[in-house]
């Protein structure tokens, strides 16, 4: 299934996956530290490189997990880091390593910072993950700030989800696929930027042009 054809879940659906993700990432917090697989810290570079952060910007990391890339972002001296994530336990984890950045528990989109807020939003192997897509990027598109970007990104390659699939308790859905990146991310007020889709890295570079009318997901 493309993911321009995601399954759509209920609010008792999203709820529960939502909470079974909670409960598997919180007993996996080990599994993300480091020493990460071979090439990984490298394409983790190449994918925080490719939202060219600008010194004093607000940055936010949706799905930061236990924040594998906030000593990268942090390297490019943003004012603010928001950390979001559904499990607080990978947060608290987060928090005693980089206490610099602002940790925010929950579901994205409930997020309530200020509309147009956001210089630079990370999404890095989590889109899968978002259970509410209409819900998470009517709200992403809300907090966006004119100019901003979104960085979608896998550091192991899009189809490492389908590994993934296999053993995963709760539903995950594929990345978008080239052909489908308009028709999912224009109703958010977001373009296309740039694309890249090799076997071991997929980064999905999009720019909010203006602030996206429609909630409505395809
Ligand atoms: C595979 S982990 C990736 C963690 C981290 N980004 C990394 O690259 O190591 C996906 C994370 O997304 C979080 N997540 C899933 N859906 C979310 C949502 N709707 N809002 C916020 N976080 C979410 C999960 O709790 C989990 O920690």
């Keep these: 299934m493309s ?3 995601p399954k759509k879940l209920n609010e008792q659906q999203i709820q529960r ?4 993700q909670r409960d598997f990432f919180s007993q996996l917090i080990h599994v993300f530290d480091p020493p990460l697989p071979e090439g990984v810290p490298a394409r983790l570079q190449e994918i925080v490189a490719s939202a060219r ?3 004093g910007s607000t940055v936010l990391d949706v799905g930061t997990g236990t924040g594998i890339l906030i000593p990268l972002i942090q390297a490019y001296k943003p004012e603010i880091i928001y950390a979001c994530d559904l499990s607080e336990t990978m947060l608290a984890h987060l928090k005693k390593q980089y206490p610099y950045a602002a940790t925010l528990p929950g579901d994205v989109r409930d997020l309530q910072l200020p509309n147009q807020s956001i210089d630079v939003l990370f999404l890095n192997a989590c889109y ?3 259970a509410d897509k209409p819900g998470s990027f009517g709200n992403i598109s809300r907090m966006m700030k004119q ?3 979104m960085v979608i990104s896998h ?3 899009k189809s490492f989800i389908d590994l993934l699939k296999e053993k995963s308790p709760f539903p995950l859905d594929n ?4 052909f489908e990146t308009r028709t999912l991310f224009e109703p958010y007020g977001f373009e296309i930027e740039a694309f890249t889709d090799k076997p071991d890295l997929y980064i999905l570079v ?9 909630r409505a997901y395809p």
Excluded: D, H
């Design 53 to 55: 952060i600008g010194k």
């Design 3 to 5: 993911a321009g054809n």
């Design 155 to 157: 550091p192991m390659g």
């Design 206 to 214: 999009l720019v909010a042009t203006k602030q996206g009318r429609s």
């Design 147 to 149: 100019g901003g970007r």
């Design 128 to 130: 899968p993950n978002i």
């Design 17 to 20: 996956t939502n909470e079974r």
């Design 175 to 178: 990345f978008p696929e080239k």
